[in-house]
């Protein structure tokens, strides 16, 4: 066998250097965006949260509503109610 070292011309080595910086490259964009990806769900799974809370918030406070509103109409009779002076405007 021939000891003799074989060796690529300047044109393949920088051809080869490319595809490998390119592909370095290429890992660690698609590492970055793994990343985004995964702080952009663990924000959208906050969100949802939050807006849970405030769909229970809604049931309460529209539950609350509902029985006040039946309450004094029942004191008072239907109408409108003017939130600035309290006076009842009957339908």
Do not use: C, W
């Amino acid at each position: 066998m021939d000891n003799k070292q074989l060796q690529l011309t300047t044109e393949e080595l920088q051809e080869l250097r490319e595809v490998n910086d390119h592909y370095g490259k290429l890992i660690r964009n698609l590492g970055e965006s793994e990343l985004l990806i995964s702080d952009l769900e663990a924000q959208l799974n906050a969100v949802t949260e939050q807006k849970k809370g405030f769909f229970s918030d809604y049931k309460t406070i529209k539950e609350k509503s509902d029985n006040l509103y039946q309450t004094l109409t029942e004191k008072y009779g239907s109408g409108k109610i003017d939130l600035e002076t309290g006076v009842i405007h009957p339908a």
